[in-house]
């Protein structure tokens, strides 16, 4: 091969080198463009994945009004699953269904549940352990956790034969009260020698399912919800014996917790942040006071409703006022006489939800607040 043309095949050579090696980085390029962009949108997926589970996992809504929901006999756990998510009791039947394998959860019973939206899912799972009524409850008076003696006379007036004024009167009978008092005097002493009580049996009145008939007379209905209380309360009384508050004050502070929070832990740090303030003076500036007083049910309170007149309202008075503001379940009251301490002295909730934030500081309160509050007057 002549020296020109050894040339000139090199060149060749090297010119296809080049193209060879152009063309590797274009595909190396590609690739890992090709790489990027599936991995941003596993990301993507994993992110969207994990927020529509963490929700899916949380109440439905802060509606505490229930449902009367059936289980028909031999259900299985998805079927379950299934009926709870028609009737909107939970999010999503597949990752209930998820959920109750992880936490070994299947002997459920056949019957009718009184369940609300607002319940989380471990509450809804250990009502459908503990086993449903065999009949509906058109013939049952539901008193509902949280309820006032308020709400409960209009859930007596809307499923019985008495009127709301029959049970108001009734439940406000001085010798009723007294029959109660001889009966269960462990229970009622201290409310008995409480002043400015506007109903002296509100937090007496347990939540729970009870029977009615025609037959039924509306003090026996309410010697039911108040030996129940009794029948609840009493493991508890050494413990609350033992501790610097009464009977009253304990299911005082109950009916807050059982308004303010939802999970166990969040309503032992909230019954935290009531001790703390009443340790130092602070006042307990609790909202369902404020709407107690007024005699209201709303989403917002106003700063004009923290000034209503009332010994109920906790904004203007410190202590606990005369007496509770609702009738608390057992879970209220088991964390109010276990509280987590810490050093919070406030907390807020978002509502859309339903997680409660806790603060050390009132800046740390505001900007909390700011971001998880919404003013009503927003639009």
């Known amino acids: 091969m002549k020296p ?54 949380l109440p439905v809504s802060n509606d505490t009004k229930t449902e009367e929901i059936e289980i028909p006999l031999g259900t299985s756990t998805s079927g379950i699953a299934n009926i709870l998510e028609e009737n909107h009791i939970i999010k999503d039947a597949r990752i209930f269904s998820i959920y109750l394998k992880f936490q070994n959860a299947s002997e459920f019973r056949a019957g009718y ?15 459908l352990e503990k086993g449903g009524s065999d009949s509906s409850s058109a013939e049952k008076v539901l008193v509902r956790e949280g309820d006032t003696v308020d709400q409960i006379g209009d859930e007596v007036a809307d499923k019985t034969s008495f009127t709301k004024d029959d049970f108001m009167k009734a439940v406000d009978d001085d010798a009723l009260f007294d029959e109660l008092l001889k009966e269960y005097p462990d229970l009622l002493t201290d409310v008995s020698k409480t002043e ?88 307990i500036q609790s909202d369902i006071s404020v ?27 410190t202590g606990l006022g005369p007496g509770p503001f609702g009738n608390p379940s057992e879970q209220a009251i088991a964390a109010t006489l276990n509280p987590i301490d810490s050093n919070y002295y406030y907390f807020v909730a978002d509502i859309s939800t339903g ?13 909390l607040q700011e971001e998880y509050v919404k003013d009503p007057n927003e639009s």
Do not use: C
């Not at 990027?36 to 927020?51: D, N, Q, W």
């Open 4 to 57: 020109r043309e050894k040339k000139a095949y090199k060149e060749r050579l090297k010119a296809k080198r080049y193209e060879r090696d152009k063309e590797q980085s274009i595909a190396r390029k590609i690739v890992w463009v090709i790489v990027t962009i599936l991995l941003t949108l596993m990301l993507i997926v994993g992110v969207i994945g994990y927020r529509y589970v963490n929700d899916a996992l």
């Open 113 to 127: 549940y009184e369940l609300s939206p607002s319940m989380t899912l471990d509450q809804i799972i250990l009502t």
């Open 196 to 283: 400015n009580v506007m109903h002296r049996l509100e937090g007496y009145l347990f939540p729970a399912t009870y029977d009615y008939s025609d037959s039924s007379d509306i003090k026996d209905l309410i010697k039911q919800m108040v030996a129940k209380t009794n029948e609840v309360m009493t493991p508890y009384l050494p413990k609350i014996m033992q501790s610097e508050y009464n009977v009253q004050q304990i299911l005082t502070i109950a009916s807050l917790v059982e308004r303010e929070g939802v999970t166990e832990e969040d309503r032992q740090k909230i019954a935290g942040v009531f001790y703390n303030r009443l340790n130092t003076d602070m006042m």
């Open 291 to 317: 709407l107690y007083a007024l005699g209201e049910h709303k989403e917002y309170v106003t700063i004009k409703d923290t000034q209503v007149d009332s010994p109920y309202n906790l904004y203007l008075h």
């Open 355 to 367: 997680k409660v934030y806790f603060a050390e500081t009132y800046e740390e309160h505001l900007k």
